[in-house]
């Protein structure tokens, strides 16, 4: 890549934001108005720095005339003024520090607040929208709104207590030096409008480029997340070049973009440097001058240069506040729109009386992911409480969609969906969560030990947690596991089985004594005879006063021990009944299982070597 050169982005006519300090200020303002206190209290120390900074250059312009310059003439310097001096010096330097200590302490904790505030608020969102909205928006994307966007939004909030501070540090500064001396304060002043206008030309050019760096991080994001979570696919189909390539594409456009934003900051931060000490020296220049003709005191000069000497750094805050705020704006548009998005499921406060497997309702169920192409048109269905009863159809008739439906990850365009009579709409979070359970057909395992992906955090008595293992024929491989139930089990659960996975997503579920268990082809990756002896245990638990359970089922064997039958098709239950009435009278459902049986016969059983267990184990 040496002796690349990379294009700047906005060469040429650069389109302007308009607005875009205006909206960057209003932003800093809410963030100051969110955390007063904080803020408030950074100010002050910023406006104490500011103020202590002045005095500084005053006590320095006094000790020359009234020390230093007597010293001289007298050839003696007397010890009280010298500690005079002395203690002057050291009371503002230790005011001094204490203004920075505050103003930088306390405003990069209103920062980190800012940021957590708005990263707890993105995550919640995150949480309550449906499922059809994640759908439409990319994993790294929405990585980017809670980190690199919210980060972005805050940046300014940094050096914006000092950059006040400023602002009265110029203030008194300013009468300071008019009433030192005029002439040289004019003189010295003569910079300052200078260095605003160039301030203000500085972030208007810098504005669409930072704005464009901050859009192309979130794209990169998104290009690493998604290579990185298809690593299987990648790598298995050799895909490793072509998606190496995607991503160089899109981080070469990051690396030109923030290429192009320290073009500006080359040029214009030697400039922003160089104003001050020029004013600096144009005030020495005039300064000696007017000590020679005796229209100044030598004191006066040394405050007045002093003053533009130390006030030139704290003015560059002004321009770090505005050059931050285009990716102010960007990061906050980003941020708002996840949470001004519509569409968070809202639940209601109602419970499910009683105790045991509830039964199960649905009523012309319609949905369809997009207008006009239906999933599910008219659909109606019941389980009784205690039994079992098998979902099949074939694939993309709706099974999966139907199993999200009951349990609110998405909602239904028409249709009821009721829980002992009871619409799950009007269900709280907490009853519909307590009442229902779904293990999906895509099993995830967090990076945490067996018990915490059981239990996911939850005080549940390990007995139950082995009962629930034994149930979902998970007990013995755990077992086997070096520390058991605290056994790590690494990212998405990489040391286990596709098997034992699927189990343990099991166990999670039955952990919770659900009265309505769905499960969406939730044995697919193991054997016929584990999913027979999985589905044997939750008979076993269902006499016992276990949960009502609906299983999408693709084997004849495991269709055969559900008590009935419903046969999905076109978006629609079309039969039901007993497994052995429908293959008689349903050629369609007859050629289904039979089809599904014979894809399915060759597969290879589970790597993990443990025996079948058909009846519950004790302990291990």
Same mark, same amino acid.
Do not use: C
């Given at each position: 890549?040496? !002796?690349?050169?990379?294009?700047?982005?906005?060469?040429?006519?650069?389109?302007?934001?308009?607005?875009?300090? @205006?909206?960057?200020?209003?932003?800093?303002?809410?963030?100051? $108005?969110?955390?007063?206190?904080?803020? !408030?209290?950074?100010?002050?120390?910023?406006?104490?720095?500011?103020?202590?900074?002045?005095?500084?250059?005053?006590?320095?312009?006094?000790?020359?005339?009234?020390?230093?310059?007597?010293?001289? +003439?007298?050839?003696?310097?007397?010890?009280?003024?010298?500690?005079?001096?002395?203690?002057?010096?050291?009371?503002?330097?230790?005011?001094?520090?204490?203004?920075?200590?505050?103003? @930088?302490?306390?405003?990069?904790?209103?920062?980190?607040?800012?940021?957590?505030? +708005?990263?707890?608020?993105?995550?919640?969102?995150?949480?309550?929208? *449906?499922?059809?909205?994640?759908?439409?928006?990319?994993?790294?994307?929405?990585?980017?709104?809670?980190?690199?966007?919210?980060?972005?939004?805050?940046?300014?909030?940094?050096?914006?207590?000092?950059?006040?501070?400023?602002?009265?540090?110029?203030?008194?500064?300013?009468?300071?030096?008019?009433?030192?001396?005029?002439?040289?304060?004019?003189?010295? #002043?003569?910079?300052?409008?200078?260095?605003?206008?160039?301030?203000?030309?500085?972030?208007?050019?810098?504005?669409? $480029?930072?704005?464009?760096?901050?859009?192309?991080?979130?794209?990169?994001?998104?290009?690493?997340?998604?290579?990185?979570?298809?690593?299987? &696919?990648?790598?298995?189909?050799?895909?490793?070049?072509?998606?190496?390539?995607?991503?160089?594409?899109?981080?070469? $456009?990051?690396?030109?973009?923030?290429?192009?934003?320290?073009?500006?900051?080359?040029?214009?931060?030697?400039?922003?440097?160089?104003?001050?000490?020029?004013?600096? #020296?144009?005030?020495?220049?005039?300064?000696?001058?007017?000590?020679?003709?005796?229209?100044?005191?030598?004191?006066?000069? &040394?405050?007045?240069?002093?003053?533009?000497?130390?006030?030139?750094?704290?003015?560059?805050?002004?321009?770090?506040?505005?050059?931050?705020?285009?990716?102010?704006?960007?990061?906050?548009?980003?941020?708002?729109?996840?949470? =001004?998005?519509?569409?968070?499921?809202?639940?209601?406060?109602?419970?499910?009386?009683?105790?045991?497997?509830?039964?199960?309702?649905?009523?012309?169920?319609?949905?369809?992911?997009?207008?006009?192409?239906?999933?599910?048109?008219?659909? =109606?269905?019941?389980?009784?409480?205690? $039994?079992?009863?098998?979902?099949?159809?074939?694939?993309?008739?709706?099974?999966?969609?139907?199993?999200?439906?009951?349990? %609110? #990850?998405?909602?239904?365009?028409?249709?009821?969906?009721?829980?002992?009579?009871?619409?799950?709409?009007?269900?709280?979070?907490?009853?519909?969560? +307590?009442?229902?359970?779904?293990?999906?057909?895509?099993?995830?395992?967090?990076?945490?030990?067996?018990?915490?992906?059981?239990?996911?955090?939850?005080?549940?008595?390990?007995?139950?947690?082995?009962?629930?293992?034994?149930?979902?024929?998970?007990?013995?491989?755990?077992?086997?596991?070096?520390?058991?139930? =605290?056994?790590?089990?690494?990212?998405?659960?990489?040391?286990?089985?596709?098997?034992?996975?699927?189990?343990?997503?099991?166990?999670?579920?039955? &952990?919770?004594? *659900?009265?309505?268990?769905? #499960?969406?082809?939730?044995?697919?990756?193991?054997?016929?005879?584990?999913?027979?002896?999985?589905?044997?245990?939750?008979?076993?638990?269902?006499?016992?006063?276990?949960?009502?359970?609906? &299983?999408?089922?693709?084997?004849?064997?495991?269709?055969?021990?559900?008590?009935?039958?419903?046969?999905? =098709?076109?978006?629609?239950?079309? +039969?039901?009944?007993?497994?052995?009435?429908?293959?008689? %009278?349903?050629?369609?459902?007859?050629?289904?299982?039979?089809?599904?049986?014979?894809?399915?016969?060759?597969?290879?059983?589970?790597?993990?070597?443990?025996?079948?267990?058909?009846?519950?184990?004790?302990?291990?």
């Amino acid at each position: 890549m040496r !002796g690349t050169r990379f294009a700047d982005p906005y060469a040429g006519p650069v389109p302007r934001r308009s607005g875009t300090t @205006r909206r960057g200020l209003a932003i800093m303002a809410h963030g100051a $108005r969110r955390e007063w206190r904080l803020f !408030g209290l950074a100010t002050i120390g910023s406006v104490l720095y500011g103020t202590l900074t002045v005095a500084d250059a005053w006590v320095l312009g006094w000790a020359t005339d009234a020390v230093i310059s007597p010293a001289f +003439d007298a050839a003696a310097l007397d010890a009280s003024d010298l500690w005079l001096v002395t203690a002057l010096f050291v009371s503002v330097a230790m005011g001094r520090a204490l203004g920075i200590i505050g103003r @930088r302490l306390i405003g990069g904790v209103v920062y980190f607040r800012l940021m957590a505030a +708005d990263r707890r608020q993105v995550t919640r969102q995150y949480l309550r929208l *449906p499922l059809r909205w994640h759908q439409r928006h990319p994993t790294g994307q929405l990585l980017s709104n809670a980190n690199a966007d919210v980060e972005a939004t805050w940046m300014a909030m940094m050096p914006l207590p000092m950059a006040v501070g400023v602002v009265v540090m110029l203030l008194v500064a300013i009468v300071a030096m008019l009433t030192a001396d005029v002439v040289l304060t004019v003189v010295g #002043l003569v910079v300052f409008p200078l260095l605003f206008v160039i301030n203000i030309g500085y972030q208007r050019i810098l504005s669409p $480029r930072a704005t464009l760096a901050q859009q192309l991080r979130a794209e990169v994001s998104e290009v690493a997340h998604e290579s990185f979570d298809g690593a299987t &696919v990648v790598k298995a189909l050799g895909r490793e070049d072509e998606e190496t390539a995607r991503f160089a594409t899109v981080t070469n $456009r990051l690396r030109a973009a923030n290429i192009a934003v320290g073009r500006v900051r080359s040029v214009f931060d030697p400039l922003l440097e160089a104003l001050p000490t020029i004013g600096v #020296l144009l005030v020495v220049v005039v300064g000696v001058d007017r000590v020679l003709s005796g229209a100044a005191a030598p004191g006066d000069v &040394v405050q007045v240069a002093f003053l533009f000497t130390v006030i030139a750094f704290p003015v560059r805050a002004i321009g770090w506040v505005l050059g931050e705020l285009p990716r102010s704006v960007v990061g906050w548009d980003r941020v708002r729109a996840v949470l =001004d998005a519509q569409g968070s499921t809202t639940y209601g406060a109602t419970g499910v009386s009683g105790e045991g497997p509830v039964r199960l309702e649905v009523r012309n169920l319609h949905f369809g992911y997009e207008p006009g192409r239906p999933v599910l048109s008219g659909v =109606d269905l019941s389980v009784e409480p205690g $039994r079992t009863v098998a979902l099949v159809g074939r694939t993309g008739s709706g099974k999966s969609t139907l199993t999200q439906l009951l349990v %609110r #990850l998405v909602d239904p365009e028409r249709g009821r969906v009721l829980v002992d009579g009871t619409d799950i709409g009007q269900l709280s979070h907490d009853a519909l969560a +307590d009442t229902v359970a779904l293990v999906p057909q895509q099993t995830f395992l967090f990076d945490d030990t067996v018990r915490g992906n059981v239990t996911l955090g939850n005080d549940i008595d390990e007995d139950e947690v082995w009962a629930a293992l034994r149930t979902a024929q998970a007990d013995r491989f755990v077992a086997r596991l070096p520390r058991t139930l =605290d056994s790590a089990l690494g990212e998405r659960g990489t040391t286990l089985s596709g098997g034992q996975r699927q189990r343990l997503a099991l166990a999670r579920a039955l &952990v919770r004594r *659900p009265r309505l268990l769905l #499960l969406d082809d939730a044995t697919s990756a193991v054997d016929a005879e584990v999913e027979q002896a999985v589905l044997a245990g939750l008979r076993r638990v269902s006499v016992t006063g276990g949960p009502s359970t609906l &299983v999408v089922a693709y084997r004849k064997a495991t269709i055969a021990l559900a008590d009935e039958v419903l046969f999905l =098709d076109g978006g629609r239950v079309v +039969d039901r009944g007993p497994h052995e009435e429908l293959v008689l %009278r349903s050629a369609a459902y007859r050629d289904i299982v039979d089809a599904y049986d014979q894809a399915r016969e060759p597969a290879a059983h589970e790597a993990d070597g443990e025996p079948v267990v058909v009846t519950a184990g004790g302990r291990p």
